[in-house]
């Protein structure tokens, strides 16, 4: 039998901490239904027996706490709510016994914002890992160090585990489903559940923020002119110019200070002003193309596929509903 501790962390989101509960317990239903022993003992483990979560207005009654378990097989880490580093700060305490655990066998799975106290253990460190699109610029400020994946909803390497944002914790917990106790049962739990099964990207529901929590004046300066400016072409030269920095140097300071190359922030910014005209206008894909300073049509549905996961077309039809119809 599997052991599956899930974390209570205080200021937890309840929504991940249960709706894992519930999947691997109704697998052990599954399980029970067919005249079998069941596959999981699922508990859940605090650092006090009462927590608050989802802003105080739940109380979580934990099973066991982490001082009460020798070995578990499977950690897993719901969303934490708040200010990220004082909830952070708030389990610090689950921390050794995290990384005591994982040197002992067992595998780690981080649900959403739940990356950020999966990353503070420094398990992380040259690994991969997702988090909601919400929080990307403040995943990558506070670790630098962790390979911060924005397109994917699962990471797996090494026994760790991590999800995208929100509800997409629903196809990890299938993921793990799958590994564990095969794919007839993760079908059947998806059935049951109401999930979608396999969904691998998360590109579509990313609202590109830019990141200006950096102190790098002139890089802020290119960021608001590329913004102001995406229906018009603009060159590397010209903005280097424009801030009396050569074009080297620029290039280097605007991928250090906001994770992207010049060239990716342009094309983020007009995918983004695409998008925007595919959900809410009736403009064809080429008036949408030529507005946000695309003639050539190959590489503009080329990038948005790209940034997006879809086809300009498949885009429109998913989020307007008024073309849809």
Known sequence: ?????????????????????????????????????????????????GTPVSGGLFTV??????????????IIIPA?????????EKNKDFVPWIVKQYENGAEIASLCLGAFL???????????CATHWLAENDFRRMFPDVSLVTEKIITDEH????SGGAFSYLNLILYLIE???????????????????DRENQLSFTIFQGQKEHEDESVKKIQEF??????????IDQLASMQAIGRRNLERRFKKATSNT???????????????????????INEVMYKVGYTDNKAFRTTFKRITGLSPIQYRSKYNREMAV
């Not at 317990?25 to 005249?35: D, L, P």
């Not at 590994?179 to 099964?197: M, N």
């Not at 590329?226 to 060159?235: A, L, M, R």
């Open 1 to 49: 039998m599997k052991h599956i501790s899930i974390l209570v962390p205080k200021g937890a989101i309840l929504g991940s901490l249960e709706g894992s509960r519930q999947l691997f317990s109704q697998v052990n239903e599954f399980f029970k239904a067919k005249g079998q022993p069941p596959l999981f003992t699922v508990q859940l483990v605090g650092l006090t027996k």
């Open 61 to 74: 009654n934990t099973d066991l706490l982490i001082g009460d378990i020798e070995k578990t097989d499977l």
């Open 80 to 88: 934490i709510d708040g200010e990220l580093s004082g909830a952070i």
């Open 118 to 128: 999966l990353a503070s253990t420094g398990l992380l460190k040259g690994r991969k």
């Open 159 to 162: 026994g760790i585990y991590s």
């Open 179 to 197: 590994k564990y106790a095969g794919r007839e049962i993760a079908v059947l739990s998806a059935k049951v559940f109401a999930i979608e099964l």
């Open 226 to 235: 590329i913004e102001k400016n995406f229906q018009e072409k603009i060159t």
């Open 262 to 284: 010049i060239v990716e922030y342009i094309q983020r910014v007009k995918m983004e002003a695409a998008k925007i005209s595919l959900e809410s206008s009736r403009e064809n």
